[in-house]
Nanobody
Framework: QLQLVESGGGLVQAGGSLRLSCAAS????????VGWFRQAPEKEREFVAA????????YYGDSMEGRFSISRDNTKNMAYLQINSLTPEDTGVYFC????????????????WGQGTQVTVSS
């Protein structure tokens, strides 16, 4: 199976930035579309962003464009999520995901998931 491991989360003050990383192993990463989701405490899982396996196309969830930027480097088997101008509302667990057939989106959950990385934004 494809293995995904997120990193880069932590505690940051409002207005700061974080770059989350997703390391893939086990299968050919370049064949998978990648998506980022997040889940705040007591909230439903929310679609953040997705990128096609070639990196040619990117998509963002509602209200996610601008401060969020998804990218990937297939030579390193890595995907990234840059978050700028963080607010307390961005607090939650951020998950990296992948699917070989369908681009991740709000109404389609990918097949493969990482364990998540915690992002906490203080006022």
């Amino acid at each position: 199976q494809l293995q995904l491991v997120e990193s880069g989360g932590g505690l940051v003050q409002a207005g700061g930035s974080l770059r989350l990383s997703c390391a893939a192993s086990g299968r050919t990463f370049s064949r998978y579309h990648v998506g980022w989701f997040r889940q705040a405490p007591e909230k439903e899982r929310e679609f953040v962003a997705a990128i096609s396996w070639t990196g040619r196309s990117t998509y963002y969830g509602d209200s996610m464009e601008g401060r969020f930027s998804i990218s990937r480097d297939n030579t390193k088997n890595m995907a990234y999520l840059q978050i700028n101008s963080l607010t307390p509302e961005d607090t939650g667990v951020y998950f990296c995901s992948a699917d070989s057939q369908t681009l991740p989106r709000a109404n389609f959950l990918p097949k493969h998931w990482g364990q998540g990385t915690q992002v906490t934004v203080s006022s």
